[in-house]
């Protein structure tokens, strides 16, 4: 029998082959199995880092957005004093060097300590900015004249802002209504009523990004000069900053610098030493000497251990009420801007 095994054609030698075929395939099976849960978990590693970094992240802006809106509130106790106490607005010169402000109104960042954390707050008066629903048409023409804007195009922008704003579907000379606008690749319609937002300047025919934002030929730009809050026909010259002084009433740089040292030095003939050197005094009729009553409220918070940080923002009416302050627009999420 053992004789008749041994010479059994292809039998033992079969065999073998094909249990090491057999062992071969299921090691790869192995092998790939082995590699799927590799991946699987490296990705699930991945996504855990990535939750955990954005846990992370969210208590990080949650808590510097907390600290902001901390610091927006002290500012509005810090206003309603100084409005209180008849201080707001006014110059130091008028109270003497040993008058601590409880707020700067000059639309620059300044540099805060909250709990220990550094946080920056900028106030900005609405009445120091031009009102975009109350402007006629020579003032438009003349401030974007003073941006750089050829007068034939500076007088269609301000006849089409006019005809975005105004009632009617009767275009001015210059100006553009509905039946422009529906025939643009994104058609839309003009609004016919104010401006809620500075934003829709950039829907109305001529009005280019650059000019809204500034840029290499606008030093600033009309979001910059123009404001939906200010409900009065005239600019604050109390506490409009240098940059829409200059750009809107067209001052050159000898003439901004008298003028800042007259607002330093106080006292009330600012309106009537600034339409003395005005280039065009035309533009003197837009002037108006007066404390602030309309702010802007910025603040940015960043922990120092974190990574992402918060800037939110309120336009606040201080009124004559002494209840508080009337919140005309909270802002939250505002991108994050360079401050020093």
């Not at 934003?199 to 030093?219: P, Q, W």
């Not at 001052?251 to 330093?264: H, P, S, Y």
């Amino acid at each position: 029998m053992n004789e008749g095994a041994l010479s059994s054609p292809g039998g033992s030698p079969t065999r073998l082959a094909v249990g090491r075929d057999e062992s071969g395939f299921a090691l790869l099976i192995v092998l790939w199995i082995f590699m799927v849960l590799f991946v699987i978990g490296a990705e699930f590693s991945t996504e855990m880092r990535q939750d955990a970094q954005a846990t992370v992240n969210f208590a990080d802006e949650t808590q510097s957005y907390y600290l902001a809106a901390a610091a927006i509130n002290r500012t509005f106790l810090g206003a309603l004093v100084e409005r209180d106490q008849s201080t707001l607005g006014a110059s130091p010169e008028e109270f003497g060097p040993e008058y601590v402000r409880l707020i700067k109104v000059d639309g620059v960042w300044n540099k805060e300590t909250l709990w220990d954390a550094p946080v920056w707050v900028r106030v900005i008066d609405e009445s120091g900015k031009v009102p975009i629903n109350l402007a006629d048409q020579p003032v438009l023409q003349q401030i974007l004249i003073n941006l750089g804007v050829p007068l034939e195009d500076a007088s269609a922008i301000a006849d089409s802002i006019i005809d975005w704003r105004d009632e009617d579907d009767e275009h001015r000379v210059g100006g553009a209504e509905s039946e422009y606008y529906m025939d643009l690749p994104r058609p839309y319609v003009a609004k016919n009523a104010p401006l809620d937002s500075l934003e829709e300047l950039r829907l109305v025919k001529g009005v280019t990004d650059e000019l809204f934002f500034g840029g290499e030929e606008h030093a600033v730009g009309l979001q910059d000069l123009f404001s939906v809050f200010n409900r009065e026909p005239t600019l604050n010259i109390r506490s409009a900053t240098p940059e829409v002084l200059q750009a809107v009433l067209g001052l050159d740089e000898e003439q901004m610098k008298q003028f800042m040292l007259a607002r330093m030095a106080g006292g009330g003939a600012l309106l009537e030493g600034l339409s003395v050197i005005l280039p065009n005094p035309a533009m003197a009729d837009l002037l108006a000497d007066e404390p602030p009553s309309i702010l802007l409220i910025e603040a940015q918070a960043k922990l120092p251990s974190a990574r992402v940080g918060a800037h939110v923002g309120a336009v606040v009416d201080l009124g004559e009420s002494h209840e508080g302050v009337y919140i005309l627009r909270w802002m939250d999420q505002l991108p994050i801007a360079e401050v020093s």
